[in-house]
């Protein structure tokens, strides 16, 4: 058990920065995300709804995509 926490240290500290790089990315990032051709968003008085199909389905490629990459090695 003890040969196995180096690795879940890098991981730990991969999981951080990842977690920064998205933190700077919706902080500072481009303003179309989240804006995109299929995205649902219907604003009437007192109500408001976003229903972001096409950006969770962009996210959810580019993080496939990232894990495939850091993956196919092991």
Same mark, same amino acid.
Do not use: E, K, Q
């Given at each position: 058990m003890l &040969?196995?926490?180096p690795d879940l240290g890098r &991981? $730990? *500290? *991969? $999981?951080?920065l990842v977690l920064v790089a998205l933190? $700077? &990315? /919706?902080s500072f990032g481009p #303003?179309? /995300?989240g804006r %995109?051709?299929?995205? %649902?968003?219907?604003e009437r008085p007192g109500f408001a709804?976003? $229903?972001?199909? +096409? +950006? #969770?389905? /962009?996210? #959810? %490629? *580019?993080l496939s995509l990232l894990l495939w990459l850091f993956t196919r090695g092991r």
């Open positions: &040969a196995r926490m &991981a $730990l *500290v *991969v $999981l951080g933190g $700077l &990315a /919706l #303003s179309w /995300l %995109l051709p299929g995205d %649902l968003r219907i709804f976003y $229903l972001p199909i +096409t +950006t #969770s389905i /962009l996210v #959810s %490629l *580019v």
